[in-house]
């Protein structure tokens, strides 16, 4: 199975290759420079990995929640490919590959996971362990600013992950068991046999989540 991989929703741009159980990785470490860059990024790792876009089975997208910017790029370029190539383009949650990414480097056992959303909120969601990544059913949800606290005390038995820059989120996070990482393109090969059941939005035209006003915590 040949798979193209691309996340766009934090800070760095990340691409991955997966060719027949083989990975090809590369992120760019210019902050927020994505559309600058991710094109490139592609054709570097197709030419790398010995593919061609007719050759990939499937794409895998973090399609969101995450930068605005970021993740109209990812999507855009996702839904392109489709188009033109017709080939499968699955969204995995932002929130999981940023776990995926902690799991992947060596983080273990409970997880809550934060993304700033800008104006005072946060994504959230959390996880028990590894094997909860596959849980079709993941709550996400939204956290104001004044929420976030009285959140993480609830939950002070979790390593707190974050790919964010928040000042005031971190100001929170000093006294607490954090991580600072950034998702990588490659933990999405996670969902690789399973992309078909975790996408919502099925495997073409694929639309950035930003969760709603519905999604708050409590």
């Not at 991955?16 to 054709?43: C, M, P, R, Y």
């Not at 605005?68 to 392109?80: D, E, H, K, P, Y």
């Not at 694929?206 to 006003?213: A, E, G, Q, R």
């Amino acid at each position: 199975m040949n798979v193209l991989a691309i996340e766009t929703s934090a800070i760095y741009c990340s691409i991955a290759v997966f060719k027949d159980g083989q990975i090809f990785f590369k992120e760019d470490t210019n902050k927020s420079q994505h559309g600058k860059v991710i094109l490139a990024l592609i054709d570097e790792l197709l030419d790398q990995s010995q593919l061609s876009l007719e050759q990939l089975d499937k794409i895998l997208i973090s399609y969101g929640p995450g930068s605005f910017t970021g993740l109209r790029i990812g999507c855009g370029v996702a839904q392109s490919f489709n188009l033109i190539h017709r080939i499968k383009c699955f969204g995995i949650s932002s929130l999981k590959v940023l776990a995926s990414t902690a799991y992947q480097n060596e983080l273990k056992g409970k997880v809550v996971c934060l993304i700033s959303l800008g104006m005072g909120e946060f994504a959230a969601s959390k996880f028990d362990d590894k094997e909860s990544l596959l849980d079709n059913k993941t709550e996400e949800f939204i956290l104001q600013n004044e929420d976030l606290a009285t959140f993480l005390k609830e939950h002070k038995d979790y390593h707190v992950i974050t790919s964010s820059e928040n000042t005031d989120m971190m100001n929170i996070l000093k006294s607490k068991n954090f991580s600072f990482i950034q998702p990588e393109a490659k933990s999405m090969f996670e969902f690789i046999t399973i992309s078909d059941v975790m996408s919502p939005q099925g495997d073409s035209f694929i639309v950035p989540n930003y969760l709603s006003n519905k999604d708050h915590w409590r």
